[in-house]
């Protein structure tokens, strides 16, 4: 029964994966037996992050990619065929929160690259994998609880979250027949860098965690199991769900 969690001979990408959730969830597909592609925007975190995974160096590819750009996107997917071959399983990992405020208040340039990161990057990405998943794959997106629900002064986070969504149940529908099977992750309040303004916060992190019914914020490797059930044949008969791993905020 066991096997069916393991992601021997397969081949993943996850965006985002330098830190965080992303590289929680990069060490697990590699202890699972995938090859994964690493990446983020700048070399400097896809340095750390290859030297951090150093045991897995035979299964491991870095490469720095914008994700909100056609051109970035598409040479990241080649780089990870060319080193490991085709890609079963794509984690849209990578995402923004740069406005905390009321939508009114504002500026366009923080919906422009929360929704260029958030949704554009997972859309454009996942029509490209997709197209080469001949054999069937998982596609994973990591959404949010603030996708669910409206979260205060989060309007434009959530917007894209939702849409996120979505997106995942949309495609999910669409490429079920080819075997391809498309789900989404919703994260609770889990200690990264993007949320340390939040749980760096003595009074911000009891107000949050008293809404919650583990009473406590997640761990990035509180995520990997997940992931991993949805990039192995153990999901084999689930797709288009929202899997959340907030810890009971929103029950």
């Excluded at 999910?172 to 789900?183: K, S």
Aim: hydrophobic share 40%; proline share 3%; charged share 20%.
């Amino acid at each position: 029964m066991n096997d069916r969690f393991s992601l021997a001979g397969r081949n993943a990408i996850i965006t985002g994966s330098t830190r965080g959730i992303g590289l929680a969830m990069a060490r697990g597909f590699l202890e699972a037996g995938a090859t994964v592609t690493v990446c983020s925007r700048k070399q400097e975190g896809v340095d750390e992050a290859t030297a951090e995974l150093k045991e897995f160096s035979d299964q491991v590819l870095g490469k720095t990619v914008h994700v909100g750009k056609r051109e970035s996107l598409e040479e990241l997917l080649a780089a990870a065929q060319e080193r490991f071959g085709p890609v079963q399983i794509l984690v849209n990992n990578a995402g923004t929160n740069p406005y905390s405020g009321p939508i009114v208040d504002s500026p366009d340039a923080a919906w422009d690259k929360t929704m260029d990161v958030n949704l554009k990057g997972p859309y454009l990405l996942s029509k490209l994998v997709a197209k080469q998943m001949t054999g069937g794959g998982s596609i994973i997106n990591i959404a949010s609880i603030a996708g669910l629900t409206a979260m205060d002064q989060q309007g434009i986070y959530s917007t894209s979250k939702a849409a996120l969504i979505m997106l995942t149940k949309a495609m999910a529908r669409e490429l079920g027949r080819e075997n391809i099977r498309v789900n989404a992750i919703c994260p609770g309040l889990i200690k990264t860098k993007l949320s340390e303004a939040i749980w760096a916060n003595p009074e911000v992190e009891k107000h949050v965690t008293a809404q919650k019914a583990l009473g406590r914020i997640g761990e990035t490797d509180e995520l990997t199991g997940a992931a991993i059930y949805l990039a192995s044949e153990a999901s084999s008969f689930t797709t288009g769900a929202m899997l959340q791993v907030d810890g009971g905020m929103v029950i």
